[in-house]
């Protein structure tokens, strides 16, 4: 009797931290909405051939090493601001690759998603953006 309530106990309590983990990773909590603005994502491609990358190499004269990795939020909000079009937040998020690929032109395994104001929406789509 007391290991059966034990393991009840034990079932209640990981149910409890799943719904948990899943109201914190979900789509609804990682991209808050906002009034007057939309969230867009677009799957990053390998060996910085994403534009905001090729901008910042070509605009530092840089070298691929020398691309500031940990400062890539930055980088694309610069360069979105270049073309018009002001980003309010940033977000990244990690999904393992369905298969191997080492061309430049796979992806690389993340998902940036950008908050824009929805009358920039449009000029997104035509970037290659998808409405999260």
Not at 66 to 87: D, F, M, V
């Amino acid at each position: 009797m007391k290991r059966t309530m034990l393991y009840g106990i034990i079932l209640i309590a990981a149910f409890v931290i799943g719904v948990f983990a899943w109201m914190q990773y979900s789509e609804l909590s990682f991209l808050p909405k906002e009034t007057g603005k939309t969230w867009v994502q677009i799957d990053s491609v390998s060996c910085l051939g994403n534009s905001w990358e090729q901008d910042w190499l070509s605009s530092n004269n840089r070298t691929y090493e020398e691309y500031p990795r940990n400062s890539e939020n930055e980088i694309i909000t610069a360069y979105y601001n270049k073309q018009g079009i002001t980003i309010f937040s940033v977000k990244t998020k990690f999904t393992q690759p369905k298969f191997m690929c080492t061309a430049c032109s796979c992806g690389n395994g993340y998902t940036f998603y950008l908050l824009i104001l929805d009358s920039d929406v449009g000029k997104m789509l035509s970037y290659g953006y998808k409405v999260a």
